[in-house]
């Protein structure tokens, strides 16, 4: 999956934004908190490998925050659906391989 590209929300330089390609998949690396209210993040784009710092004020850093929390969530719920899916398609495939070795369809040969 890629990020979107120089969308809106890129041009305004948000976190989560890549100066370099605007992909909206930056991540934090690193979180230092500088003084009241700032906090110094180094922060890395998985696209093009770009890595930079930024100070956020406590504002920006607790949208992030929670940005990252409801992509984590997202990214859980999808693996989720996927193993779900797989397990299915599992016993289907479990189901009738069974099937067709009760009714004598698989021999030693096919092996």
């Known amino acids: 999956m890629r990020g979107e590209k120089r969308g809106m ?6 976190p989560e934004c890549c100066p370099v390609c ?5 991540e934090p690396v690193y979180w230092a908190h500088r003084a009241p209210g700032l906090w110094e993040v180094d922060l890395r784009c998985p696209e093009c490998e770009t890595e930079f710092s930024t100070t956020l004020d406590a504002e920006t850093a607790h949208v992030f925050n929670v940005l990252l929390y409801e992509a984590a969530d997202d990214l859980a719920e999808g693996m989720r659906r996927l193993e779900e899916e797989w397990a299915s398609g599992v016993a289907e495939q479990d189901g009738r391989f069974v099937e067709a070795l009760r009714s004598d369809r698989i021999l030693p040969i096919d092996f």
């Open 9 to 14: 929300d890129c041009e305004t330089r948000r």
């Open 22 to 26: 605007a992909s909206r998949l930056v």
